[in-house]
């Protein structure tokens, strides 16, 4: 097993999406990129942690390459907005792409830059080694799973999970 840890927007969304390809064996919210030890949400909300909103990916690389992982990660954020993804601003919801390995540091680094070109704008994509990865409260794990009907899951996770759904 393989893991893979990224932020782009709200956990929650990342987090449906992501648990809806195959390979994929467990996704966790959390929190990672910053500087204070063991945040809550109200503390990363506030925007003093320097933490993102991230999420920690178990998957089978026999099933889904790094590569893959990160592709999809493309598809379902903007990674030219910079501290925002739809509704969402503040540093916490930035593009970040949090490598645990040498390895992971140089396809990210040729990812980024193969992908440059499709993009109008100026990828602002964070590259940074993971520290250290903190897992949210219990009530932002499975999010969607458990609140489908929530407002802000059908605007914003459940178009996220359609693109799954094609990847």
Known sequence: MKTAVLGGGCFWCTEAAYQQLEGVK???????????????????????????????????????SYEEILEF???????TTEDRQGPDTGSQYRSIILYSSEEQKEVAESFLEEKQPEYEDEIVTELKELDKFWKAEEKHQDYFEKNPEDAYCTMHAQPKIEKAKVF
């Not at 991230?54 to 998957?59: E, L, P, V, Y």
């Not at 990660?73 to 990674?79: A, C, M, V």
């Open 73 to 79: 990660f493309f598809r379902i954020h903007d990674p």
């Open 26 to 64: 467990k996704v966790i919210s959390g929190y990672a990129g910053g500087h204070t030890d063991k945040p809550t949400y109200r503390e990363v909300c506030n925007g003093n942690t320097g933490h993102a909103e991230a999420i920690k990916i178990q998957f089978n690389e026999e099933v889904l």
